[in-house]
T-cell receptor
Framework: LAKTTQPISMDSYEGQEVNITCSHNNIATNDYITWYQQFPSQGPRFIIQGYKTKVTNEVASLFIPADRKSSTLSLPRVSLSDTAVYYC??????????FGAGTRLAVHP | SQTIHQWPATLVQPVGSPLSLECTVE??????LYWYRQAAGRGLQLLFYSVGIGQISSEVPQNLSASRPQDRQFILSSKKLLLSDSGFYLCAWSVGENSPLHFGNGTRLTVT
């Protein structure tokens, strides 16, 4: 199982770009990297998923270097509503989907 | 479209009482189903997952159990609750390998 390491917390200001990096040195060949967002008293919500290089959707970008031992979630121009906990999940297949501790992002006015 | 239902939303139970939390998924067939628990201010702990009817894998030894009596129904149970069972219980589903998890709204359980 690929163990993940993320910063415990981050602070930013409205309008800034936020980059959250996740380290996963033991990532396996068939592992995908998935990021989730969680607000208090809600279940996590899927943000973005990738295997290698760069993935972009309407809310975020995911950068994965060639060695895949880390990944960076990029949130462009954050707003107060982006204050949440962000989880990086590295897993292959459908079992043992174990979350790490997550990164608590606080966006300030 | 697919939806997931969890109930109840909140629950207060005395120590030693039984527990039954239910989760159902609509709009998809043969989903992978998961139960997670989140203690206050903590991350998500995987409790059980199931890839088919009657197939349950347990990740953490404890006094909880899970069952999957129907394709899209996942039940979390306990015969006797402990104080340490308090937490936020989340059900999730996915389809196939490497597909993202989709979570329900959770059940806030307080054991008193």
């Amino acid at each position: 199982l690929a163990k993940t390491t993320q910063p415990i917390s981050m602070d930013s200001y409205e309008g800034q770009e936020v980059n959250i990096t996740c380290s996963h040195n033991n990532i396996a060949t068939n592992d995908y990297i998935t990021w989730y967002q969680q607000f208090p008293s809600q279940g996590p919500r899927f943000i973005i998923q990738g295997y290698k290089t760069k993935v972009t959707n309407e809310v975020a970008s995911l950068f994965i270097p060639a060695d895949r031992k880390s990944s960076t979630l990029s949130l462009p121009r954050v707003s107060l509503s982006d204050t949440a906990v962000y989880y990086c999940l590295v897993a292959g297949g459908y079992n043992k989907l174990i979350f790490g501790a997550g990164t608590r992002l606080a966006v300030h006015p | 479209s697919q939806t997931i239902h969890q109930w109840p939303a909140t629950l207060v139970q005395p120590v030693g009482s039984p527990l039954s939390l239910e989760c159902t998924v609509e709009g998809t067939s043969n989903p992978n189903l998961y139960w997670y628990r989140q203690a206050a201010g903590r991350g998500l702990q995987l409790l059980f997952y199931s890839v088919g009817i009657g197939q349950i894998s347990s990740e953490v030894p404890q006094n909880l159990s899970a069952s999957r009596p129907q394709d899209r129904q996942f039940i979390l149970s306990s015969k006797k609750l402990l104080l340490s069972d308090s937490g936020f219980y989340l059900c999730a589903w996915s389809v196939g390998e490497n597909s993202p998890l989709h979570f329900g709204n959770g059940t806030r359980l307080t054991v008193t």
